[in-house]
């Protein structure tokens, strides 16, 4: 199993444009969850999902969009990328509540 | 909204010293996880405590939960430089969200 794979690894961007990191797990997971962590810090919730069709927002929701169409893919929109987005992303799944998050590798993204 | 506290934020030692990393909450925790997170790579999971006063242990690592389900603890005896990372504690809510905590990064001098 790959079990969560993220696209791309890395990826630099200018102000004002959009892009979508990708997240699909292979382990049938119903629960996924966008992090940012910056230097030295630890790990703000974006958004989340309970299953497909299903999202909510997290710590800190602004400037990001999320779907879930089916239960494997879990994509993260950037509509207007902005400096302070400059970040590491990572995306994890779990089987359901109170069970533990499988990480991808995440995503290192600079926003000039 | 919740808010996870842990503490501190560095620990170095020299190697074969113990490290404790700890984590408070102002409110009851519903569960505490615990993840490491190796310097460039992604948080992986350690271990979930559930019940009051519950005490596990992972060969030199110890992992308690207060009796209040306020605050938990991660011990590690006679650290080894395979230890180095970021340890961080998370509670995972019934609502499937989590909130983890800053973590603690520990370096170990070997």
């Known amino acids: 199993n790959a079990g969560v794979t993220q696209t791309p690894k890395f990826q630099v961007l200018k102000t004002g444009q959009s892009m979508t990191l990708q997240c699909a797990q292979d382990m049938n997971h119903e629960y996924m969850s966008w992090y940012r962590q910056d230097p030295g810090m630890g790990l703000r919730l974006i958004h989340y999902?309970?299953?497909?069709?299903?999202?909510d927002q997290g710590e800190v929701p602004n400037g990001y969009n999320v779907s879930r169409s089916t239960t494997e893919d879990f994509p993260l929109r950037l509509l207007s990328a902005a400096p302070s987005q400059t970040s590491v992303y990572f995306c994890?799944?779990?089987?359901?509540?109170?069970?533990?998050?499988?990480f991808g590798d995440g995503t290192r993204l600079s926003i000039l | 909204g919740q808010q996870v506290m842990q503490i501190p934020q560095y620990q170095h030692v020299q190697e074969g010293e113990d490290f404790t990393t700890y984590c408070n909450s102002s409110t009851t925790l519903s569960n505490i996880q615990w993840y490491k997170q190796r310097p460039g790579g992604h948080p992986v999971f350690l271990i979930q405590?559930?019940?009051?006063?519950e005490v596990k242990k992972q060969k030199r690592l110890t992992f308690q939960f207060g009796e209040a389900k306020k605050n938990s603890s991660l011990h590690i005896t006679a650290t080894q430089t395979t230890d180095v990372g970021t340890y961080f504690c998370a509670e995972n809510t019934n609502a499937g969200k989590s909130t983890f905590g800053d973590g603690t990064t520990l370096t170990v001098k070997p």
């Open positions: 994890a799944s779990s089987y359901g509540t109170h069970q533990p998050q499988h």
């Open positions: 999902s309970v299953g497909a069709g299903i999202t």
């Open positions: 405590l559930v019940k009051s006063g």
